[in-house]
């Protein structure tokens, strides 16, 4: 509840300043001012369940990290689709050579067990991996189609959801500065509009 927000909100901040400064990209001062907020407001949303304290160092160290590594492959993704003829084949290629790593390495790490783990929540991971799929299709479809930095800062407007669905479904408090920052993120998306 606390480091992931953060680690979401760093990486379109991330990849607003590579994008405009490494790769060309142009945002309109309501666009950048956008990307502030949602960065920022999501960054809050890490501060509504307190202070980040010294033991907390090493998690927030591997947020950043977690964040960096979002945000660069934000925009290998942005910049492979943008050179491929079509959004649905870049991301199609992807999954292609990507998607039968890891059930190679399930099976040579768990061998004859694989299949009776499996089972049981065999519907649901399928149903999970296809929107999953679908999620990350739309957002490379995005990216083809818009600013790689308003893209990056939308997607991450997720982290919203998840907190209401925190507050909803595990009771977990919403509290005045979670909504403080939901109404900051959603002032960006707007700006970004």
Not at 174 to 179: N, P, S, T
Request: hydrophobic share 55%; proline share 5%.
């Amino acid at each position: 509840g606390q480091m992931y927000p953060l680690a979401r909100g760093v990486a379109p901040l991330l990849v607003a300043i590579a994008s405009v400064t490494l790769l060309g990209g142009a945002l309109s001062p309501l666009q950048a001012a956008g990307v502030l907020l949602v960065s920022g407001g999501l960054a809050t949303l890490a501060l509504a369940s307190g202070r980040i304290r010294r033991a907390q160092l090493p998690a927030l160290g591997a947020a950043l990290g977690s964040g960096t590594i979002i945000a660069s492959y934000t925009l290998v993704d942005s910049l492979g689709v943008r050179h491929s003829p079509d959004a649905l084949a870049y991301t199609a290629w992807l999954f292609l050579f990507q998607g039968p790593l890891m059930p190679l390495i399930a099976l040579t790490r768990r061998r004859g067990k694989l299949l009776t783990q499996v089972r049981p929540v065999l519907g649901t991971g399928l149903l999970g991996g296809v929107l999953s799929m679908t999620a990350y299709g739309l957002v490379v479809w995005a990216q083809a189609h818009g600013e790689v930095a308003a893209v990056a800062a939308l997607r991450e407007t997720g982290i919203l959801v998840a907190a209401i669905i925190a507050t909803l479904l595990f009771r977990e408090p919403f509290g005045r500065l979670r909504l403080v920052a939901g109404a900051v993120v959603l002032t960006g998306i707007g700006l970004m509009r």
